[in-house]
């Protein structure tokens, strides 16, 4: 059957202007280290859902992406984080949000998702969820970054918030000082042709107390279904909600017969961009037919599958 693996950390105004050599090493690296991880899984046989969760806490643990260590910084200043896992093979799916000092946002909706009986778990119900688990928290120093910190110092004291590597505030003209994190997902078809999607993040600068974006969302920002395909967005979380960005693509399979590439052009370069949605996705169908697809400047990327296909990107085409 073979398997594919795709991931992403994050798209906006990635361009060359704000890479150098040093960070381009860097980006290779973490790519490629959160592809190994994945791959392993895979390649012995395990499950997609497996080779998700491995992927992206490699991209969690690394303070470059804005998921886990590295979260940027809400209104109030602290770190409140959002992710989901879907399993395609069963339809079942686990989701946190508004958490804080959990190590890997990522396990915790696995967990939800396994052990809770429910889907959608957050803030103090699901930290409690969470050490009933032995989920590993972290202190709130484990997630502290100067440069997410300084980026959030700037626009505090305005009603602005932004995306992590956008150049301009979402509402005027504060420039971000730091183009390089992003939200992560990652996608994979396993040997056995199941599919599962899963997308870990801090959210946006400044956003709201309470603010919840579309990663953690079940059909907004990560979907997968075996019969269509496994999908993870990034971008400007309010018009991906409304959009219902994941489960659209995978209902214009289902009902409409498009193909993955088709279906991902539809949303991302054509019903986002009319409403002004900035963002991407990451998607794999139950062939291992895969994209990665966005409207922004650039998207963090990478590939890798059975037949020997390896890929790290990040500006666009
Ligand atoms: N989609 C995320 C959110 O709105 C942000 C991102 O993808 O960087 O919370």
Same mark, same amino acid.
């Given at each position: ?82 992710? /989901?896992?879907?399993?395609?093979? $069963? &339809?079942? +799916? %686990?989701?946190?949000? =508004?958490?804080?000092?959990? !190590?890997?946002?990522? @396990? ?79 996608? /994979?078809?396993?040997?056995?042709? $199941? &599919?599962? +999607? %899963?997308?870990?993040? =801090?959210?946006?600068?400044? !956003?709201?107390?309470? @603010? ?89 990327? %990478? ?15």
């Amino acid at each position: 059957m073979g398997y594919t693996l795709v991931i992403h950390g994050g798209a906006g105004k990635i361009t060359p202007a704000i890479m150098n050599a040093e960070l381009e090493q860097q980006y290779t690296e973490a790519l490629n280290t959160a592809l190994d991880a994945g791959q392993q899984v895979l390649q012995g046989g395990g499950s997609a859902t497996d080779a998700v969760i491995s992927a992206i806490v490699e991209l969690e643990n690394n303070t470059l992406f804005n998921a886990g260590k590295g979260a940027v910084f809400t209104k109030k200043g602290l770190n409140e984080m959002d992710a /989901a896992i879907m399993d395609g093979s $069963n &339809l079942m +799916a %686990g989701a946190v949000a =508004g958490v804080r000092n959990i !190590k890997n946002p990522i @396990r915790l909706a696995n967990e939800i998702m396994l052990h809770s009986g429910h889907v959608f778990l957050s803030g103090n119900g699901a930290a409690e969820f969470a050490l009933n688990r032995g989920v590993e928290f972290a202190p709130d120093e484990y997630f502290f970054n100067k440069q997410r910190y300084d980026q959030w110092v700037e626009i505090r004291d305005s009603d602005f918030y932004q995306l992590d590597h956008k150049e301009d505030n979402l509402k005027g003209a504060v420039p971000n000082p730091d183009h390089k994190f992003g939200t992560v997902g990652a996608v /994979a078809m396993d040997e056995q042709g $199941n &599919l599962a +999607a %899963g997308t870990s993040t =801090g959210g946006m600068t400044n !956003k709201r107390f309470g @603010r919840i974006g579309d990663s953690p969302v079940i059909g907004s920002g990560t979907y997968a279904n075996n019969n269509t395909c496994a999908i993870s967005c990034t971008g400007h979380g309010e018009f991906f909600l409304r959009a219902v960005v994941a489960y659209d693509v995978s209902c214009l399979m289902e009902y409409k017969g498009l193909s993955l590439k088709e279906a991902c052009n539809t949303v991302i370069k054509g019903k986002l961009v009319k409403m002004g949605g900035e963002g991407g996705l990451i998607a794999v169908d139950a062939k291992g037919n895969y994209d990665m697809c966005f409207n922004s400047a650039g998207m963090y990327r %990478g590939m890798r599958n059975n037949q020997g296909h390896s890929e790290v990107a990040w500006f666009g085409k």
